[in-house]
């Protein structure tokens, strides 16, 4: 796999999964401190795009070069537990199916190895806001990460 983490800011790879840490900001939480349920919304995303960059893809090269990317077609999330200020939580992504112009991704949110939340997101790949193939490239390493 060919992972662009030097930069210390895309998490890490740990065999088929991505790991995404990050601290969670007053700015992320509702009026009880807990973190307000649309922003883990937010984290999944970002761990769906480092997965991407992980494994060699980035979404703003694909659109300016090809206009081609990935849209959330279908997104369930079960909240287990509330994340608060100052928790450090991890994002992990892993890929649950591949097919030639979607893929579904499994996420979770945990803190010290409780978890918070989980999602299943359903992605489709597209050009000009149609479903099209996605580079053969792209679903063969993907296809590895399951």
């Not at 349920?37 to 694909?62: C, P, S, V, W």
């Not at 369930?76 to 200020?85: E, F, I, K, N, S």
């Amino acid at each position: 796999m060919t992972a662009n983490l030097d930069d210390g800011l895309g998490g890490r790879l740990e065999g088929v999964r991505h790991v995404l840490t990050l601290r969670i900001y007053y700015e992320d939480t509702d009026f009880s401190g807990a973190v307000y349920h649309a922003n883990y919304l937010r984290y999944m995303e970002r761990g769906r795009t480092e997965i991407l960059r992980a494994i060699g893809f980035d979404h703003r090269k694909l659109w300016e070069t090809v206009r081609e990317g990935f849209v959330v077609r279908r997104m369930t999330v079960d909240y287990l537990r509330p994340a608060r200020m100052d928790d450090v939580v991890a994002i992990t992504t892993w890929v649950h199916d591949v097919k030639q112009a979607s893929l579904t991704l499994g996420q979770s949110v945990t803190r010290d190895g409780e978890t918070l939340v989980t999602g299943l997101a359903v992605c489709a790949y597209v050009r000009e806001g149609r479903p099209v193939r996605m580079p053969e490239r792209m679903r063969k390493e993907m296809a590895r990460t399951e």
